[in-house]
């Protein structure tokens, strides 16, 4: 669509670019969100929804991700819609004879209704947004930019539990530094009032101090945690992520602390509560223990990535359904 | 689904995972059997079925193989169901992280109704049904392990000639060692009574010592021979496979024999009969000179891939059909 | 089907392979065209066709064609069709095994109602189409050989844009020796009465002498150029391809032309007229400036792109629909 920088939503989903999380307002979010039932309900049925019925959406995945891919595939064809699937066009013919990317995303525009677009490249997305001139451009994920329906996501996941955003108590744990999703939670949830979270993570993991300055300025509490024992009891969520080996100058300061970025049964046990529960944005590796998966309040294998088809649903609905 | 091995289907496929042929009893074959008729009209039929209407299926190939992956790709559609195909996910980067099979099998499984798999290595297929909890895996090759869909269509295509299953002559040919086909088929026709199999290799490539013991204790009459000479005029069905020069390790031992083991027109003539069958399990490379496939009784190229179509269309409406 | 060289189409499509451009009389031509308006209605249509239901069509693409790919996928979407799609079949098993392209073709008639094909190697397609025997073949590019609705759609974008395919000026400008799509539309032109071409290009770059002979014999006039200055003013559409470089012997001599062979505002000003339209094929790097594209007679990258759609959504429909 023709503009500058995405739009803000202002209540209005319809046509736009989906580039970043800053679109959305606390109402645009709960806008989305009050759809999801609706979504789970069209996604159990057997009969095919029309909400995107004739519609024909461009999958341009310039790097593999199968479970963004996954998703979006099944959300599309979920609502009745048709995907486009072009994988890795960077070793297509035409952008191998030195095609630009803006003339490649004017030409997928002229077949579809919509383009979904992952890249390994920060601002992609919202360079494909300006110059795309007829059909919106959905961001899946730029490299170290954005990737808005992971975010929203994260966010209902929340939301369904605890029927609020607001007055929450959460641990983030792991790499602060460099983690995008953690990122994106502390921004969403920054929209909302009175929302605390401890950020558990060794030294050399933590925010960056302009994150820090940034974040702080926003309406959310923070506070930097870095043993287990500094975990609050009673928190509503904990996000886990990975705290990788190589980040560390030192051996022996990554064996000091790798056993406090673990989640065990007996972590669980001592720091949790029975109302938490325990997310992570995944893949997973070796952060959290698989006796701790059949524990009810680890919801990651099943309830965030259900959550996240149906969130996506909400979003194209709003943004490119006909009914 | 929770199980510890693949259950045997005893009448009721709904919902079951389909990893190996001996889920299936001779009823259980019967009844896939009996629904071909009704499959090969609906996928000739313009008008799509609703047998899977919004029914999400994952093709998760970790290995290429444009054969089945097209026929169960075709089964699904032609059923009205829809597929999201994820090629060589090992390559991507949450498995290139370091996600463990399993939690790509649960993340796959919260997307979609079923999960058809392909893996080069044996053992996978069953590995991914003892870790989906909530939807049938479908088999679809794991290595050296089973084919249950390429037995049936052998199974199939022998039936639908003869009417029957049970007091047949076939042959045999080719790699009786290492012909995961071949295997099948003879454990196939050991649940029927009365069937009698000639095994024509060259002596490097007989069944194993522990094949042929473990073939022999079923109902089922084996006889290994060594010469074109020595093969039956009755025969019902000619089952061909490639014998492989570099299983030799003298060349002229596979230069004595090589002739032996290559359909030709004469051969058909002097040994085939008019009502037998020549099937093959394809890829044919030389071994059914091209000659040879025009013979009305040549239907490796033709009716053994509908047939499989067919008998995967059946499967997949017994499994997850809603009407 | 069965056949022996590409069938004349004389005003009967269905069930016939699409190999070549000559296998379109006038006639044929205008019945495809005549269909475009009602598929572009369909295409912008919410409701999807129901005039392929039913229909599975294999995309068998031996070389990524991002562009080709995906408008095929989509014209076939568009009319309620269904895609079976094989990417680098010549990279699966059977086939690295040894399996001959002639039993790869007839696996894949097996399974569906066509086989559009894309391949390097020029002459695929035909071969194709003589090993089919049930379903029809459609050729998407086979080399340096046919690209047939290439050639549709630039004749149609001429047609939509001037309502007649005679007495036209053309211009065509840029690699006339190797240009696969030039020759095509020269073929395609001089179907029809009283056009005459200019054929823009340096000396390296003309014709060959048997293509000139060739084309001199139909009822067309050529004219070749070599001076920007020579651009008559009065042309319908300028053709606009690529000059390469690296068919120079000598680099000067490139640089002497280089610039005439780039489309700028200044050269579009000073000998184009209001009237003409400016197609490319695409990929466009670098012979058209991109301040170009905002200029209303530049419709390669909207227009032209859309037009390839509905050509093949036309073909499809008169090859394989049901209604």
């Known amino acids: 669509m023709l503009r500058q920088s995405p739009q803000k939503i202002n209540g209005n989903f319809k046509g736009k670019d989906i580039i970043s999380f800053d679109q959305f307002s606390t109402r645009d979010i709960k806008n989305i969100f009050s759809l999801v039932p609706k979504m789970r309900k069209i996604a159990l049925l057997a009969k095919p929804s029309k909400i995107l019925a004739g519609k024909i959406i461009v999958l341009l995945f310039y790097e593999p991700s199968s479970r963004t891919f996954g ?18 066009p960077q070793e297509f013919s035409s952008v191998a004879k030195g095609e630009t990317f803006e003339d490649t995303i004017r030409v997928f525009e002229a077949y579809s209704d919509a383009i979904v677009i992952r890249h390994p490249q920060k601002g992609t997305a919202s360079n494909a947004a300006a110059v795309a001139k007829f059909v919106p451009i959905i961001n899946a994920g730029d490299g ?46 920054s929209l909302f009032k009175k929302n605390t979270l401890y950020l558990l993570s060794p030294k050399q993991l933590k925010l960056s101090k302009s994150d820090f300055e940034d974040f702080t300025k926003r309406a959310i509490k923070l506070v930097e945690i870095e ?43 001592k720091y949790g509560n029975p109302n938490l529960i325990l997310m992570h944005p995944l893949p997973r590796i070796y952060e959290i223990e698989k006796e701790v998966d059949s524990d009810p309040r680890a919801i990651y294998l099943k309830t965030e990535i259900r959550n996240g088809l149906y969130v996506r649903m909400a979003l194209l609905k709003l943004t490119l359904g006909i009914i």
Do not use: C
Not at 71 to 88: C, D, W
Not at 162 to 186: P, Q
Not at 254 to 267: P, R
């Open 71 to 88: 998703s979006f595939s099944t959300a599309i064809k979920q609502l009745g819609g048709q995907t486009v699937e072009i994988h890795n």
């Open 227 to 269: 043993k287990e024992t500094d975990i609050p009891k009673n928190a509503h969520f904990w996000y886990w992520t990975r705290v990788q080996k190589e980040r560390f100058k030192k051996l022996k300061e990554y064996e000091k602390v790798k056993n406090s970025f673990i989640v065990t049964q007996k972590l669980l046990k």
């Open 144 to 189: 170290t930019g954005e990737h808005p329906t992971q975010a929203l996501l994260d966010l209902y996941t929340i939301y369904e539990k605890h029927e609020k955003l607001d007055n929450l108590v959460g641990v983030l744990a792991g790499d602060m530094l460099n983690g995008r999703t953690v990122h994106s939670l502390i921004r969403g949830l």
